[in-house]
């Protein structure tokens, strides 16, 4: 990490639903970062999670009795273009990464919806109201539609020239779940830092990956890519990358008269919750240090400091190797 992450601590992650209970739209928000990284990392993760997450989609149909997209079925209203147009609207989950083919028969009067496909254990429709085509009285419909999991974006075209069959309609196929990537780079603070940030990035998917499932596929991804650029066994100019061991009190090395290097680490890094860090500011403790040299009973006697801000303080503390004052080191 930065170097600037020694001063303000680590970033925080938090995962909000937009709607309780659905996941598949949700805020992500990482901060405090160093300038200008909210719009390296929002960027990065932007790109990824539109072009790279794997999904399912039509890639092609047959209809009985015609040989193109151009024609008409009998009894149908619409015609073979308009059906393949309203299957690349199909929402699915598909668990395998092998084309399967599905099959479509209705007979008339009947208003045909995506929950009247014949589908495989494999595939679970997730929009069984779409609109697919209308039969009238005395009309039929006989349809198989191969249905296959990939990456980002396929062309009809691009397919027709591998596989050109007659009566097999390649249809565009769009596999990315992800609907919506949206980001916003705010402003953030830290003590007398002012000109931190916060990412917050927007994530709407179609149901088959939940957007934290997204989110993670995409990190992971970049992450795979950037390893190549980087070792872990070999750091350059490490006193430049964030180094948290480096963040605490050190000892000065010296003879008897050894004492506490004094420093001033602000308590705002803790990200503790506005209530307790009011209370302990109101009480004259800024940094960790005055923090650290603070006993159980001393906070307990702060105003507004109750038992759940004494195990706040406490948890956080333990998660960084440090802890309040001994009781008996005070008396």
């Known amino acids: 990490m930065h170097i600037i992450q020694e001063e303000i601590g680590l970033p925080t992650f938090s995962v909000t639903p937009v709607t309780k209970g659905d996941?598949?739209?949700?805020?992500?928000?990482?901060?405090?970062?160093?300038?200008?990284?909210?719009?390296?990392?929002?960027?990065?993760?932007?790109?990824?999670?539109?072009?790279?997450?794997?999904g399912a989609a039509v890639?092609?149909?047959?209809?009985?009795?015609?040989?193109?997209?151009?024609?008409?079925?009998?009894?149908?209203?619409?015609?073979?273009?308009?059906?393949?147009?309203?299957?690349?609207?199909l929402k699915m989950r598909k668990h395998s990464k092998d084309p399967e083919v599905i099959t479509l028969?209705?007979?008339?009067?009947?208003?045909?919806?995506?929950?009247?496909?014949?589908?495989?254990?494999?595939?679970?429709?997730?929009?069984g109201d779409l609109h697919i085509l209308t039969i009238e009285k005395g009309g039929s419909v006989d349809l198989q539609i191969t249905v296959g999991k990939g990456v980002g974006y396929a062309t009809a075209a691009e397919r027709n020239k591998k596989q050109n069959e007659p009566g097999l309609i390649h249809i565009d196929a769009i596999f990315g779940p992800v609907e919506?990537?949206?980001f916003e780079v705010?402003?953030?603070?830290?003590?007398?830092?002012?000109?931190?940030?916060?990412?917050?990035?927007?994530?709407?998917?179609?149901?088959?990956?939940?957007?934290?499932?997204?989110?993670?596929?995409?990190?992971?991804?970049?992450?795979?890519?950037?390893e190549y650029f980087?070792?872990?066994?070999?750091?350059?100019?490490?006193?430049?990358?964030?180094?948290f061991s480096r963040s605490g009190p050190q000892m000065v090395e010296g003879g008897g008269d050894s004492?506490?290097?004094?420093?001033?680490?602000?308590?705002?890094?803790?990200?503790?919750?506005?209530?307790?860090?009011?209370?302990?500011?109101?009480?004259?403790?800024?940094?960790?240090?005055q923090l650290t040299k603070c006993t159980e009973s001393a906070l307990s006697n702060f105003r507004g400091f109750g038992a759940k801000a004494l195990d706040e303080v406490k948890q956080t503390l333990g998660e960084?190797?440090?802890?309040?004052?001994?009781e008996s080191l005070d008396s």
């Not at 803790?270 to 800024?286: E, K, Y």
């Open 59 to 89: 890639m092609s149909m047959r209809v009985q009795g015609t040989q193109h997209e151009y024609t008409t079925i009998k009894g149908v209203m619409e015609t073979v273009m308009d059906i393949g147009l309203n299957l690349k609207k």
């Open 23 to 54: 996941d598949t739209h949700a805020i992500f928000a990482i901060g405090p970062l160093p300038p200008g990284y909210g719009m390296t990392l929002g960027n990065a993760l932007r790109r990824a999670l539109l072009s790279s997450l794997p």
């Open 105 to 127: 028969q209705a007979k008339g009067p009947k208003v045909v919806t995506a929950k009247d496909l014949g589908v495989t254990a494999d595939i679970e429709i997730l929009n």
């Open 320 to 326: 960084r190797g440090l802890k309040l004052s001994d």
């Open 180 to 182: 919506k990537v949206r």
């Open 186 to 226: 705010e402003a953030a603070r830290v003590g007398q830092r002012t000109d931190l940030e916060k990412l917050v990035l927007d994530v709407q998917t179609n149901g088959s990956l939940t957007a934290e499932d997204a989110v993670q596929f995409a990190s992971q991804l970049l992450k795979g890519y950037f």
């Open 259 to 289: 004492s506490v290097k004094e420093s001033y680490t602000p308590i705002e890094i803790l990200n503790f919750s506005p209530r307790t860090l009011n209370a302990l500011i109101n009480a004259g403790v800024g940094s960790i240090e």
């Open 230 to 243: 980087g070792s872990s066994e070999k750091v350059v100019e490490s006193d430049f990358i964030a180094d």
